[in-house]
């Protein structure tokens, strides 16, 4: 059986995981693949492999830097698993 082709992972679909997730008071999510064309994780479409998170949060009260990064890969594994390669997290 051939290999299921997964479409490219969306800033939008991001934005939306994190809203549901993590209730940010700031969020903004940024595509930045095509910055990255030819570099490693890449893929052809362009999109859907390196990303910018900016994010401000009530559940990131009282926690360390990597406890407050931890909660956004957490609730972006999903898009993780299907090929987004990079995040850089922007803690507001």
Same mark, same amino acid.
């Given at each position: ?9 969306? &800033?939008? +679909? ?6 549901? %997730? ?6 903004? =999510?940024?595509?930045? *693949?095509? &910055?990255? +064309? ?6 052809? %479409? ?6 910018? =998170?900016?994010?401000? *949060? ?35």
């Amino acid at each position: 059986m051939p290999p299921t082709k997964v479409a490219p992972v969306s &800033a939008q +679909a991001m934005q939306q995981r994190l809203q549901q %997730a993590l209730a940010p008071t700031q969020l903004e =999510v940024l595509d930045e *693949s095509a &910055a990255h +064309a030819g570099h490693s994780g890449a893929n052809e %479409a362009g999109f859907g492999s390196h990303f910018r =998170v900016r994010i401000s *949060s009530p559940l990131f009260t009282g926690r360390t830097r990597v406890a407050q990064h931890r909660l956004v890969y957490d609730a972006l594994q999903e898009f993780i698993d299907q090929g987004a390669h990079a995040i850089a997290i922007e803690v507001l």
